[in-house]
């Protein structure tokens, strides 16, 4: 009798796949905890308790619809803890004819299947994971003979070819973008609504982590653990974000404010990474909203939500798909500096780096903004190796899979693409930072200062960043004028800015 095996990856949780449309007895589901997973980087307790959490429910939930699932836990005896070393053993073991899996996300899991299936020798298939708007593929057709890879123009052609806010070819307000009216500052004093937090009890999945040589960083309350967890949990942040921040999410995406750890974010990534909901339905629900309520959603919040969406998401995942294995080498300034000791601790004088890495730390989460202009910015003023902050971003984020961390970090926040994915290095000193946040007035540093033992270190760094890699931007045409500016400044003033810098960066473990 023919009998098959299916792989569903922890990332994988679509419950909406074709796969589960029918019971099938000859077809039983496998899931497993492994090693090779926890142990990739080093990750925050609540990322592995999280994805654990997840799958366990996933799992169960499959079993209520009388799906066959084999669920293999962390330390199981019999646990191999590889995906091809478990296969090869329940192939063995139950006498399967045939092996599925979905398309894996990560070009790391993708090359140990495509091998894992090359040992096998039953046959195998592998299917679609029924969730991207767009194939691996798709960007790079579109994209194809271009030089650039312009994120609007990808983003204009999946609203077209999707339908999304368009009345015909056209956009449906006659304006594609409403960026400009999104980098509002916080109000003084203004108070965000304190977003969901769930109160999971993952006691028993923190201590069998406990009880394992797994390296972790990070805090949790287990008996309260604050992801959804399954779809039911992920659909009510969902409701949560459409009733009470969409109305404002777009004019303060990029504002920042001390312990106000979410403001108006929706915290959906790791729901929607791991596909206990997909882009699809997040997209129609959160337009249905600001159909039921045009007086209270201005149509901007809508546009900037969903630009993030079938727009920066699908298009990371596009140049991923594009650009991988080259992409994770990529080191365009030849950055080699270690990380500083405070990124593992938060212990750090800057209020604004203390803040957004305490959080994360506490959280497993950050906004944009605090990934891109803060702790994004500051390693890339201070040189920091890409692949330092790929392993930081990658662990410390519940939300982070290799698809999505890398492109963002590598590419967009740190440049070390050349230019694939932005146009220009996303760094600031302190002028920026005080103009979005609320970092700077509580701060041990100055923000006015560029030199003495207050100044802000953003200050001199950034110049110190143009400095020593004028070569390789000074014909960059969104750069031309900050060249401009360092020229016309007095030797004196440079010289001084530059020793600034200098002092930071040999006592940044301090700063
Ligand atoms: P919201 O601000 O509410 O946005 C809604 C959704 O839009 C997000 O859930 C996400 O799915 C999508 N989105 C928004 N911005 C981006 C983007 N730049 N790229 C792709 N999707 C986007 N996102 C991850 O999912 N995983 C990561 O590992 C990750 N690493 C990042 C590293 C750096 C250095 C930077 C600058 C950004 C990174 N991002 C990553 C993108 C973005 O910061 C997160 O998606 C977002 O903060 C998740 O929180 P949210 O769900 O509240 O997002
Ligand atoms: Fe950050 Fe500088 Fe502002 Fe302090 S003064 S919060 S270090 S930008």
Redesign the pocket.
């Known amino acids: 009798m023919n009998k098959t095996i299916r792989l569903i990856l922890g990332d994988q949780l679509n419950s909406h796949h074709t796969w589960f449309k029918t019971v099938d007895n000859s077809v039983v589901y496998v899931m497993m905890e492994i090693r090779s997973e926890t142990d990739y980087a080093t990750h925050h307790i609540q990322k592995i308790v999280g994805f654990f959490a997840a799958m366990q429910s996933f799992c169960a939930e499959l079993k209520s619809k009388n799906h066959q699932v084999l669920y293999i836990h962390l330390n199981d005896e019999t646990n191999l803890h590889s995906f091809e070393k478990n296969i090869q053993n329940l192939v063995s073991i139950h006498n399967f004819t045939h092996f599925e899996y979905q398309l894996p996300d990560e070009y790391r899991v993708d090359l140990d299947l495509k091998n894992l299936c090359q040992s096998l020798s039953i046959t195998n298939s592998v299917v679609d994971s029924e969730h991207f708007f767009t194939t691996r593929e798709e960007l790079g057709l579109f994209f194809e003979g271009k030089k650039t890879f312009v994120m609007e123009s990808f983003y204009r052609m999946l609203r077209k070819k999707h339908t999304v806010l368009m009345d015909g070819n056209n956009p449906l307000t006659g304006k594609w973008n409403y960026d400009g009216e999104n980098r509002k500052k916080l109000p003084k004093n203004h108070k965000a609504t304190w977003p969901l937090v769930f109160a999971n009890d993952v006691t028993e999945i923190y201590n069998q982590i406990q009880l394992t040589t797994i390296k972790t960083i990070g805090t949790i309350d287990a008996k309260a653990f604050v992801w959804p967890i399954n779809r039911i949990q992920s659909l009510r942040l969902l409701d949560f974000?459409l009733a009470e921040?969409l109305p404002l999410?777009g004019s303060y995406?990029d504002t920042m404010s001390p312990n106000e750890w979410?403001l108006?974010?929706?915290?959906?990534?790791?729901s929607?990474?791991l596909k206990m909901i997909s882009?699809q339905e997040?997209i129609d629900k959160a337009i249905q909203e600001w159909g039921k309520r045009p007086e209270e959603i201005a149509y901007n919040q809508l546009e900037g939500?969903v630009r993030?969406?079938i727009g920066?998401?699908e298009?990371?995942?596009g140049i991923y798909w594009l650009k991988m294995p080259e992409y994770g080498t990529m080191n365009f300034f030849n950055n080699q500096e270690k990380l500083p000791d405070w990124f593992w601790t938060g212990n750090t004088k800057m209020n604004c780096l203390k803040d957004a890495i305490t959080q994360s730390l506490n959280y497993a989460?950050?906004?944009?903004?605090?990934?891109?202009m803060i702790?994004?910015n500051f390693a890339l003023l201070a040189g920091i190796h890409p692949d330092e902050?790929d392993a930081w971003?990658?662990g410390i984020?519940i939300?982070?899979?290799?698809w999505?961390?890398?492109?963002?970090?590598r590419g967009?926040?740190?440049f070390a693409d050349g230019g694939i994915v932005g146009t220009k290095p996303?760094v600031s000193s302190a002028s920026y930072i005080d103009k979005m946040s609320h970092y700077c007035g509580s701060c041990f540093y100055k923000k006015e200062l560029k030199t003495g033992k207050k100044a802000c270190p953003f200050n001199s760094l950034y110049w110190n960043f143009y400095d020593r890699n004028e070569a390789k931007l000074s014909e960059n045409p969104r750069i031309g004028m900050m060249y401009s500016a360092w020229k016309k400044m007095k030797p004196e003033v440079k010289v001084a800015l530059l020793e600034q810098a200098d002092y930071y960066l040999k006592n940044i473990n301090e700063l």
């Open positions: 974000f921040c999410f995406q979410s108006y974010h929706s915290r959906i990534s790791f929607m990474n882009p997040v939500f993030q969406i920066w998401r298009y990371m995942r989460y950050a906004h944009h903004i605090q990934r891109l702790t994004g902050l971003y990658l984020y939300d982070a899979i290799e999505v961390e890398i492109t963002n970090t967009m926040s740190q996303y």
